[in-house]
């Protein structure tokens, strides 16, 4: 693909994805995509074949965002325990950011489309995330940051916490009180205090 080409893809990306934000996955038509974007139907078509697709692309980028969010993190130099509070505050972002929210959007999805656990890409994105955040995990306990007898576990369960707390705040509201109680809970789990 020349540059252009990968420039309006990326485009078509991110406008779809604060429609899908906004109004769902069900919801979204091509018709809507194409009317945000400014763009001819066969344009679009040009891009992506269905709203499956282009979602699907979304959720993609949306992966690729929070792996390079994980990477700055790891990459900072910091201890592990520093890490993983600089992980969780960029999580309660995402938790309470009202505007342009993929959960339900992301749920309507996977629910449409029955996925097996092997072919489940949210799966496979928290598989992905869950072995980073393990390895982050025993580098603390390596490091004697942190106590834990199953960084895998710990990481699952972390990441499950994360999902629930995203739900939550997308049907009942969320404060950033609560989800620093939250993180602070977290932490303790894993031997650490915050403050």
């Not at 792996?67 to 130099?77: D, I, T």
């Amino acid at each position: 693909m020349g540059d252009r080409t990968v420039q309006k893809r990326k485009y078509i990306v991110e406008k779809a994805r604060s429609v899908f934000g906004k109004n769902g996955y069900r919801a979204v038509t091509m018709k809507d995509i194409v009317d945000v974007c400014e763009i001819s139907r066969g344009g679009l078509y040009l891009y992506f074949a269905s709203t499956r697709a282009l979602f699907e692309a979304v959720l993609e980028e949306e992966h690729a965002r929070r792996a390079a969010v994980l990477e700055a993190v790891m990459a900072k130099g910091t201890t592990p325990g520093e890490q993983l509070l600089l992980y969780l505050d960029e999580q309660k972002k995402t938790i309470l950011k009202k505007k342009d929210n993929l959960t339900a959007a992301t749920y309507e999805y996977l629910f449409e489309n029955n996925f097996t656990a092997k072919n489940n890409p949210v799966k496979k994105q928290f598989d992905e995330e869950a072995a980073v955040l393990a390895h982050l995990i025993a580098e603390g306990v390596a490091q004697e940051w942190m106590d834990c007898e199953d960084a895998a576990e710990a990481a699952r369960n972390i990441l499950y916490t994360l999902e629930g707390l995203k739900v939550s705040a997308r049907v009942m509201g969320m404060t950033a009180e609560r989800v620093d109680r939250e993180i602070a809970y977290i932490m303790g789990t894993l031997g650490m205090v915050v403050k």
